[in-house]
């Protein structure tokens, strides 16, 4: 059962000149929902953050959080919210300690917070260690920690883990797994499927400023095909005689190959075998898989999330 829309965005859209980032844009992010924007970049994911942080203005449209808007009510939204940009930029012949007691002072946040974030970040051990020395994972989790610092409902962040190592980046999970149970809402960007599948029951998908695909991952797979088969060939069978094969939901013809959406692999792959084998079309190789949020945005759009 969805909880209370705790974000509204209705209509918004913003340009750059000639260029439309996000474009007459509707959708509500519920309490407690951790939801990720996937998309490329040009997508419009980080023009659409920062209208939600208050950041940017929308050309035209609306957006309320906790039904209030950012031209009345920014000194509550702001400590209400927390985010982490892109890139945070610190004061590198500051501790960690000091630049979290500068960004504490701002938001009115007691020493005892303050020890209490750097714990949950990990970061006891760094507080008297300068910014400059740290490495990029750690400069992350005091980013976060700046973020969680007035204990926000609302956590918005922007490509949190972007170059981040493997170990790194799944510390950051870690955190975040925790707060889901405390209740926090989270909007995430990021271009990790992994990240999406792993942090957020929801996801939206991007493209040229407009919602494309939206829903629960499972959903999502599901509405996608749920499994496929790739292939490569000496050369390709008509679309139409791959189509009549049973099982198969929709055909994917690229120059040496292709790609079957199907229902069930293991019914639809005798049949493919048979019909490369009726037609006398040499098979190089054959891969069977679930598919991916990579291989529905590829579906929608023609391009891979990451280009």
């Known amino acids: 059962m969805k909880t209370e829309s705790i974000i509204q965005l209705r209509g918004v859209s913003k340009s750059f000149k000639e260029l439309k980032a996000v474009d007459g844009l509707d959708l509500d992010i519920h309490r407690g929902e951790y939801t990720a924007l996937l998309g490329p970049n040009g997508a419009g994911k980080t023009t659409l953050v920062e209208m939600m942080e208050g950041i940017q203005t929308p050309d035209s449209g609306e957006i309320l959080l906790f039904g209030k808007s950012w031209d009345t009510s920014e000194r509550e939204l702001r400590h209400r919210i927390g985010l982490s940009l ?7 012949k500051l501790t960690v300690l000091e630049t979290m007691q500068l960004f504490g002072s701002f938001l009115g946040v007691s020493n005892d917070r303050i020890s209490e974030t750097l714990a949950s970040m990990n970061l006891e051990d760094k507080s008297r260690t300068y910014v400059v020395n740290l490495s990029g994972g750690q400069r992350q989790r005091l980013a976060l920690g700046v973020a969680l610092m007035s204990r926000p409902e609302i956590l918005l962040l922007d490509e949190p883990t972007t170059g981040l190592d493997p170990h790194a980046r799944r510390e950051i999970w870690l955190i975040l797994d925790q707060l889901k149970a405390r209740g926090t809402t989270l909007i995430l960007t990021t271009h990790y499927m992994e990240e999406a599948q792993h942090l957020c029951e929801r996801i939206v998908v991007l493209d040229h400023g407009k919602i494309i695909a939206q829903g629960q991952l499972k959903q999502l ?3 996608g095909g ?6 490569k060939s000496a050369r390709n069978p008509s679309a139409q005689a791959l189509q009549k094969l049973r099982g198969v939901l929709r055909v994917e013809l690229s120059d040496s190959g292709g790609r079957l959406i199907v229902a069930n692999m293991l019914q639809v792959l005798p049949k493919f075998i048979a019909l490369m084998k009726k037609l006398r079309i040499a098979v190089h190789d054959v891969e069977c898989r679930k598919m991916t949020l990579d291989d529905i945005f590829i579906s929608l759009t023609g391009r891979h999330l990451t280009e």
């Open 86 to 92: 892109q890139e945070t930029r610190f004061i590198d």
């Open 221 to 223: 797979l599901s509405d």
């Open 226 to 231: 749920g499994e496929m088969v790739v292939f």
